[in-house]
Every structure is written in structure tokens, then in C-alpha cells.
């Protein structure tokens, strides 16, 4: 019996017990019954292995993070990594030591990075453990999920 391969996923990445690195499944979580049900939902703990394996046979992938770049916690980035490689500022911007943007740049290197790869990075503030999301990472949830309903918005009705 063969497995059906999404062509379209939403992938929330990060730990649930490290404040806000839980974002991307924060964002998950708003989603889930609001997107068309052609669109399969992920979690992932950020492994760069896992996340390859993720984006596999996929058309269209969506990865949603926690970042540090030095912005503002709470704002927003939306990286087309199909168009163009990540910049060398941006490779670090991931919470995670070898995952995202190794993922993606692997994916890229052996010919598997989806035609439609977008991350979303949210600027986050904290990552102590058992904290909640920090009150800018809280509310920058429902623009981001949103932001996501906008991009799939033209798949209203398809199963």
C-alpha cells in the first residue's frame, strides 16, 4: 500500500517548553480546522533531518519559526527561500543549531526543495524553559495565521 504525499504543507516548528519557541506550533494550532483539508499541518522540533524528510515529494511548503535577528520580538518574516538562497545574515536566524535553514539549504542542494518554500520567522524574545509565549510573540499568532489563510485562499473548496 502506498502512502499519499501532501502537496501542500504547513509545517510549525519548535519545543512547546521553551517560551517562545513554541510558536510555530502556537500558529499550528489556530490553524488546524480553518484551512482547506488538501493542506496537511506538521510539527517538528526543528531537526534538519526530519524537516528534509518533511519536504519531500511537496509542492508547496509553509515553515513557521521563532527567530533572533536583532528586530523587535513579535515581527514578522516572510522569507521566500524558493526564489533565492538564504543570506549568510539570515542563516543564523533560527533558534534551532542545524535545522531550518541547513534543511533548506540541503533540500535546495539535492533538488528537493519544493517549487513554493516560504518561511515564516516570528522575532521572538524568550526561550526560558516552561515559560509562555512573551506577550509581543502572542500577538503577532492570529497575523500570522492570517497571513497563511490569505496564501491559500484561492484552494476555497478543493479536497
Known amino acids: 500500500m502506498s502512502v499519499l504525499v501532501p502537496k501542500r504543507i504547513v509545517?510549525?516548528?519548535?519545543?512547546?517548553?521553551?517560551?517562545d519557541?513554541?510558536?510555530?506550533?502556537?500558529v499550528l494550532a489556530q490553524l488546524r480546522g480553518s484551512l482547506p483539508a488538501s493542506i496537511a499541518l506538521a510539527e517538528e522540533?526543528?531537526?534538519a533531518g526530519a524537516l528534509l524528510a518533511r519536504l519531500a515529494g511537496i509542492e508547496a511548503a509553509y515553515l513557521?519559526?521563532?527567530?533572533?535577528?536583532?528586530?523587535?520580538?513579535?515581527t514578522i518574516?516572510?522569507?521566500?527561500?524558493?526564489a533565492s538562497a538564504l543570506p549568510p545574515a539570515i542563516a543564523g536566524f533560527s533558534t534551532h543549531g542545524f535545522g531550518?535553514?541547513?534543511?533548506?539549504?540541503?533540500?535546495?542542494?539535492?533538488?528537493?526543495?519544493?517549487?513554493?518554500?516560504?518561511?515564516?520567522?516570528?522575532?521572538?524574545?524568550?526561550?526560558?524553559p516552561r515559560a509562555?509565549?512573551?506577550?509581543?510573540?502572542?500577538?503577532?499568532?492570529?497575523?500570522v495565521a492570517a497571513r497563511l489563510r490569505a496564501e491559500f485562499a484561492d484552494l476555497t473548496g478543493e479536497e
Request: hydrophobic share 45%.
Open 132 to 143: 509562555p509565549l512573551s506577550p509581543a510573540v502572542a500577538a503577532a499568532l492570529p497575523e
Open 45 to 47: 522540533n526543528g531537526e
Open 64 to 74: 513557521i519559526d521563532a527567530a533572533v535577528s536583532g528586530v523587535p520580538p513579535g
Open 11 to 19: 509545517i510549525g516548528i519548535g519545543n512547546p517548553e521553551r517560551g
Open 100 to 128: 531550518l535553514a541547513e534543511a533548506i539549504e540541503l533540500a535546495r542542494a539535492l533538488g528537493r526543495l519544493p517549487p513554493c518554500c516560504v518561511v515564516y520567522a516570528i522575532e521572538a524574545a524568550s526561550f526560558a
Open 21 to 26: 519557541d513554541a510558536v510555530g506550533r502556537s
Open 77 to 82: 518574516h516572510r522569507l521566500d527561500v524558493a
